[in-house]
């Protein structure tokens, strides 16, 4: 696996990462230790209930002392009541506290994400991540919010009945406890397929979201090309896939119940028997044997609970391990540890020797050229040429493999990521439109814009029309990706975030490719208006823009051949 990507298939993590929480977990230790400290408190108060009814019964029933019931009774109604009040205060707390800390855990993924490279992004599914991001978070706080303290308790209270035990009768404890070891072999069994399924079952559930994402996302394609049966199959597959391993998942986890309970059940009477017989032969007092019993009978609940704990942890295991996949994604991009301020643009860009590779393969190879200062540049080449990549590694979406892009002199990779990306501004090829009004879409990343600037910004852009078509002119809500734009009207929308950001260099993607010439005319005008003086590359394979720049660079198969002043 390259160190960039995410796993094919789904791998489990052992069981070590969990001390990876402890990151998360930290900023609670406190909250959490009083938790804890409660809640054990509410299981110790537990165990005192069948002692109190081996003195209800050997010391005030068998006596006949109704004194001793009396103390007895509300003894017994005193323990359970404070420890149901423990049990639910910790509960609450520990509720709370969990999700704070998963928030947290969403949070570092979701940022981490922000920070992988497109070359991540061209190989991952994005349905798959939406599901890690939400689906396997989730999960992780959901067991972690009802599994861990009560694990706990479980545990306490399983130690606690055990000592009892042996100190009642510790023969009577030996009958109990042979078929323990074979309920244990039992559950482990069953534990390992479990943990198997679950991870199938997860990576089954991604396929189907992811299936929905794209199916959804091309869905004009779909139309286009009468594909809704095609999909429908595709769906049903996996959907069948799907349940296939739900059904053999949720037989494999009853056995996995079923199964040690009945064990659990030979035991008790097991010691129903020899304890019964131990009475008649007058070697054991009742009371004795109602307590023993009483704490034997508590055994399954427990011991069942951390059966299904196992279940729980596996599937937490496999979420934990699919979060950690992400954030083990390394980050290709990296803010530099002591920035270097950039100067006042005077000199330019430079790309020296520089060398791009993507899968083994080179799409920019020993590329060198100067974009000088204030000028409008244009940058021509064939399609997969390498002009994108040009365009990323300038505002380090990727850092170049070999080489270097220099501003002023100053390497791009001394340069904080936020001023870098202040200073230099890209419009893509098909900018992306956010779900949301024009307004919000042109001062992306600029909340601070008065909504004067946002007017001007747009008409300067070549939205003046539109906007006066409009009913609710820049509070109109572009569609999700702006399908309700047309791509021309995209582009400009685009622009006109470029001119509210007001950047020192300004990088356009194939600005005109949706325009007529008309309009190029109109583009390239208002692109010397409003960047008089700054420097601009411009990136295209049509000859009107590439007649109105004052100097151009054009590149063949990642290596440029030739440079010059346009025609
Ligand atoms: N993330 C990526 N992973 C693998 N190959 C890529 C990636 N991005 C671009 N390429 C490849 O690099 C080459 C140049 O791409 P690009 O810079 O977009 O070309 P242009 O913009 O000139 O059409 C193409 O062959 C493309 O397939
Ligand atoms: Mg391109």
Known sequence: MSQHELPQ??????????????????????????????????????????????????????????????????????????????????GRGYVRMSSEMLFDMRVEVYQHLHQLSPRFYARARLGDLVSRLNGDVAEIQR????????????????????????????????????????????YRFYQVRITRLTAELRQRSADMGTLFVETLMGIRLLNCFNASEYELDRFRQRNDAFVKTVLRFQNTSLLGRTTP?????????????????????????????VAFMAYHARLLSPVQNLLGLSTALSSARVSLGRILDLL?????????????RLPAIRSGVDFRDVTLIHDGRKVLEDVSFHIPAGRFTVLVGASGAGKSSVADLAIRLLDPDQGAILIEGIDVRRVA????????????????????????????GRSDASAAEVERAARAAGLGDLLDRLPDRLETIAGERGLTLSA???????????????????????????LDEDREH???????????????????????????????LRIEQGRLIGTGVAA
Request: aromatic share 10%; with cysteine; net charge neutral.
């Open 143 to 186: 067991i972690s919010a009802d599994t861990f303290l009560s694990t706990l308790s479980n545990v306490a209270f399983l130690i606690g009945s055990l000592i009892m035990m042996i100190w009642l009768s510790w023969k009577l404890f030996i009958v109990g406890m042979v078929l323990i070891p074979v309920t244990v072999w039992l």
């Open 417 to 444: 990521l936020a001023e870098l990306r202040r200073k230099v501004v890209l419009i893509e090829q098909t900018p992306h439109l956010l779900h949301a009004s024009l307004t919000a879409n042109i001062c992306y």
């Open 9 to 90: 298939s789904p791998r489990l993590r052992p069981w070590r990462d969990f001390l990876r929480l402890q990151t998360f977990l930290r900023p609670y230790a406190w909250r959490m230790t009083a938790m804890i400290a409660l809640s054990l408190a509410g299981s110790l108060l537990g165990l005192a209930m069948p002692y109190l009814s081996k003195y209800l019964v050997d010391g005030a029933l068998l006596h006949r002392d109704v004194h001793a019931l009396w103390i007895a009774s509300v003894l017994m109604f005193a323990a359970t009541l404070v420890g149901i009040v423990l049990t639910y205060v910790s």
């Open 522 to 552: 109109d583009l390239i005008a208002s692109l010397r208006e409003q960047f008089f003086g700054k420097t601009i590359l411009a990136i295209t394979h049509r000859a009107v823009l590439a007649a109105a720049a004052d100097h151009v």
């Open 328 to 340: 083990d994604t390394a980050i290709e991009v990296t803010d530099p540890a002591q920035p270097v």
């Open 488 to 514: 021309g009207e995209r582009q400009r929308v685009a622009l006109a975030r470029a001119f509210l950001a007001d950047p020192e260099i300004l990088i356009l993607d194939e600005p005109s490719a949706a």
């Open 261 to 289: 309970s009945l064990l659990l059940t030979g035991a008790t009477i097991a010691v129903f028997f020899y304890g019964g017989e131990q009475i008649i032969l007058g070697r054991m007092s009742i009371g004795t044997l």
